[in-house]
């Protein structure tokens, strides 16, 4: 038995946890058992669902190293990688990474070896954000706070987000702030049954324009939102309005664990307004402009809610190349997969939201070695030596009580944002609203079911064990119900769904009663 100190890569927080690892005996269940760790600086030992189910999230089946589908020894994996990114025009090749489970050594050794090969299509999922605002507001980007500030704040403005769905260990730090004081006010389509605000202001889905018009409420307040591949740019453009038109501060949390490592060591926002998004890089890979693609700890077509239209496009690509520790979508389409290890044997250094510097736990080099025998060579040592320099580190010694990366608060101005829905044709009467959480973006269905209202059950005649049918042009999605206290209009998922977001929060659907 063997148990090791690790961190969660469920989302941007960084919950510490023990993971034990014992021999599988005849009839057990699981290999892999999760611990509470009291002493954890970020979480204080507790967990949210998708951290104590983790066990699962590791037992996947491993990526082999492979060339053409044929399994090889890694070596000759990563000779046919090299000789096959060097037959390539840099212009020809793009590099992706989602930074949910790869360490600040690992971002800046990918980094270096796309400028080996002269490529700067390199994506961690957040480029096109920067480049519809000013660079004085990157900052609220690229940083995030100490959750002292959270339950520090005396007024806290949730913005369309639900921290015990999304992010359930950030609701712990608004119930402390609550006690201290605060007043929680929620901006959102329906009222949190949960009760953790203090008043509640209901937008209706084609009035979200009109939160400027109340933007008194936002004065003097930490207000919390989201940000991940899929918001909205007009949204983010709204939210930074209202950040600088009042005294307020805004604090965005992401769903990828080292996002924050991503953005100040894998590109900050100057250097990301310069290159290809992700969304970009697909456009490219569909044109035939972009023929060869490096995905590092990556589940592109699990993560990416058109995953089927994904997989089609990167079937046209004439080199795939898949590093990552367990088998995705993608794998059996990969012309070279290799093989690395589990997030939490990993040897190295995440950044979490708030600025704190948290060591992964493990003593395994495997997946940094990988890319440095592809790029540079260099050593962890030296890659690690790297990243302090660049973080700013002058002590030696990795301390998570420490918030090391601290933020600053700056002044600028956004213009104002004009917001709306784009509306098409056959798709009337409901708008889909997805929550999304750990589970959403890892690829895993928790909950098989949506939520609507009690009157839009009796409009379409459902019965207990019936099921809807949710259209959106060519795309359906059949799934349970559960009756909840939301506006007749609205269907909400915690689950990733076929339908595709259009406008990043609200997506216009039909509904009826699923046929038997």
Same mark, same amino acid.
């Given at each position: 038995?063997?148990?090791?100190?690790?961190?969660?890569?469920?989302?941007?927080?960084?919950?510490?946890?023990?993971?034990?690892?014992?021999?599988?005996?005849?009839?057990?269940?699981?290999?892999?058992?999760?611990?509470?760790?009291?002493?954890?600086?970020?979480?204080?030992?507790?967990?949210?669902?998708?951290?104590?189910?983790?066990?699962?999230?590791?037992?996947?089946?491993?990526?082999?190293?492979?060339?053409?589908?044929?399994?090889?020894? @890694?070596?000759?994996?990563?000779?046919?990688?090299?000789?096959?990114?060097?037959?390539?025009?840099?212009?020809?090749?793009?590099?992706?990474?989602?930074?949910?489970?790869?360490?600040?050594?690992?971002?800046?050794?990918?980094?270096?070896?796309?400028?080996?090969?002269?490529?700067?299509?390199?994506?961690?999922?957040?480029?096109?954000?920067?480049?519809?605002?000013?660079?004085?507001? %990157?900052?609220?980007?690229?940083?995030?706070?100490?959750?002292?500030?959270?339950?520090?704040?005396?007024?806290?403005?949730?913005?369309?987000?639900?921290?015990?769905?999304?992010?359930?260990?950030?609701?712990?730090?608004?119930?402390?702030?609550?006690?201290?004081?605060?007043?929680?006010?929620?901006?959102?389509?329906?009222?949190?049954?949960?009760?953790? +605000?203090?008043?509640?202001?209901?937008?209706?889905?084609?009035?979200?324009?009109?939160?400027?018009?109340?933007?008194?409420?936002?004065?003097?307040?930490?207000?919390?939102?989201?940000?991940?591949?899929?918001?909205?740019? @007009?949204?983010?453009?709204?939210?930074?309005?209202?950040?600088?038109?009042?005294?307020?501060?805004?604090?965005?949390?992401?769903?990828?664990?080292?996002?924050?490592?991503?953005?100040?060591?894998?590109?900050?926002?100057?250097?990301?307004?310069?290159?290809?998004?992700?969304?970009?890089?697909?456009?490219?890979?569909?044109?035939?402009?972009?023929?060869?693609?490096?995905?590092?700890?990556?589940?592109? +077509?699990?993560?990416?809610?058109?995953?089927?239209?994904?997989?089609?496009?990167?079937?046209?690509?004439?080199?795939?190349?898949?590093?990552?520790?367990?088998?995705? +979508?993608?794998?059996?389409?990969?012309?070279?997969?290799?093989?690395?290890?589990?997030?939490?044997?990993?040897?190295?250094?995440?950044?979490?939201?708030?600025?704190?510097?948290?060591?992964?736990?493990?003593?395994?080099?495997?997946?940094?070695?990988?890319?440095?025998?592809?790029?540079?060579?260099?050593?962890?040592?030296?890659?690690?030596?790297?990243?302090?320099?660049?973080?700013?580190?002058?002590?030696?010694?990795?301390?998570?009580?420490?918030?090391?990366?601290?933020?600053?608060?700056?002044?600028?101005?956004?213009?104002?944002?004009?917001?709306?829905?784009?509306?098409?044709?056959?798709?009337?009467?409901?708008?889909?609203?997805?929550?999304?959480?750990?589970?959403?973006?890892?690829?895993?269905?928790?909950?098989?079911?949506?939520?609507?209202?009690?009157? +839009?059950?009796?409009?379409?005649?459902?019965?207990?064990? %019936?099921?809807?049918?949710?259209?959106?042009?060519?795309?359906?999605?059949?799934?349970?119900?559960?009756?909840?206290?939301?506006?007749?209009?609205?269907?909400?998922?915690?689950?990733?769904?076929?339908?595709?977001?259009?406008?990043?929060?609200?997506?216009?659907?039909?509904?009826?009663?699923?046929?038997?």
């Amino acid at each position: 038995m063997k148990i090791n100190s690790c961190i969660c890569p469920g989302c941007c927080i960084g919950c510490s946890l023990y993971l034990v690892e014992s021999e599988v005996e005849e009839g057990a269940k699981e290999k892999i058992k999760v611990l509470h760790r009291k002493t954890g600086a970020v979480n204080e030992g507790k967990l949210c669902k998708f951290g104590t189910g983790l066990h699962a999230y590791y037992e996947r089946e491993a990526l082999n190293n492979s060339i053409d589908g044929k399994a090889v020894k @890694q070596e000759e994996a990563l000779k046919e990688a090299r000789e096959s990114l060097d037959s390539m025009k840099p212009e020809e090749l793009a590099f992706i990474a989602l930074p949910g489970t790869i360490t600040n050594e690992e971002i800046v050794s990918f980094v270096s070896l796309a400028s080996e090969f002269g490529c700067e299509n390199v994506s961690f999922g957040f480029e096109r954000f920067f480049k519809g605002i000013p660079e004085e507001a %990157d900052y609220i980007i690229e940083k995030g706070l100490p959750f002292t500030e959270v339950e520090g704040a005396t007024k806290i403005i949730l913005f369309f987000i639900d921290p015990f769905v999304h992010y359930p260990l950030l609701a712990r730090r608004i119930l402390k702030a609550k006690k201290n004081g605060a007043k929680v006010i929620e901006v959102s389509f329906a009222k949190n049954e949960r009760g953790i +605000a203090d008043e509640t202001v209901l937008v209706e889905a084609m009035e979200v324009e009109r939160i400027k018009e109340r933007k008194e409420i936002f004065e003097e307040s930490l207000i919390i939102g989201e940000l991940t591949p899929y918001t909205n740019p @007009q949204f983010l453009s709204l939210m930074l309005w209202l950040k600088a038109s009042t005294s307020s501060m805004l604090f965005l949390l992401k769903p990828f664990l080292n996002s924050t490592g991503a953005f100040l060591l894998g590109g900050n926002g100057k250097e990301a307004r310069k290159r290809k998004d992700l969304f970009e890089i697909l456009e490219g890979v569909e044109k035939g402009e972009i023929k060869a693609l490096y995905l590092l700890e990556t589940d592109l +077509a699990g993560v990416m809610f058109e995953s089927e239209e994904v997989a089609k496009t990167i079937s046209k690509l004439d080199l795939l190349i898949e590093q990552n520790a367990f088998r995705t +979508a993608l794998s059996d389409d990969a012309d070279i997969t290799i093989c690395s290890e589990p997030f939490y044997m990993k040897k190295g250094t995440v950044v979490n939201i708030e600025g704190r510097v948290l060591e992964i736990g493990g003593e395994s080099e495997k997946g940094l070695r990988i890319m440095e025998s592809i790029g540079k060579e260099r050593l962890y040592e030296e890659v690690h030596e790297a990243v302090k320099k660049r973080l700013g580190l002058g002590n030696p010694e990795i301390n998570e009580f420490e918030i090391a990366v601290m933020r600053e608060e700056r002044d600028f101005k956004v213009a104002e944002p004009k917001m709306g829905i784009e509306k098409r044709e056959g798709e009337e009467g409901y708008f889909l609203w997805y929550k999304t959480n750990p589970f959403f973006w890892n690829g895993v269905t928790d909950k098989n079911f949506v939520e609507i209202s009690a009157a +839009a059950m009796r409009k379409l005649g459902l019965f207990r064990g %019936d099921e809807v049918e949710i259209v959106q042009g060519v795309r359906e999605e059949r799934m349970g119900f559960k009756i909840s206290e939301l506006p007749d209009y609205l269907i909400l998922s915690e689950a990733k769904l076929a339908i595709t977001p259009v406008q990043g929060l609200l997506t216009r659907v039909a509904m009826k009663r699923a046929e038997e």
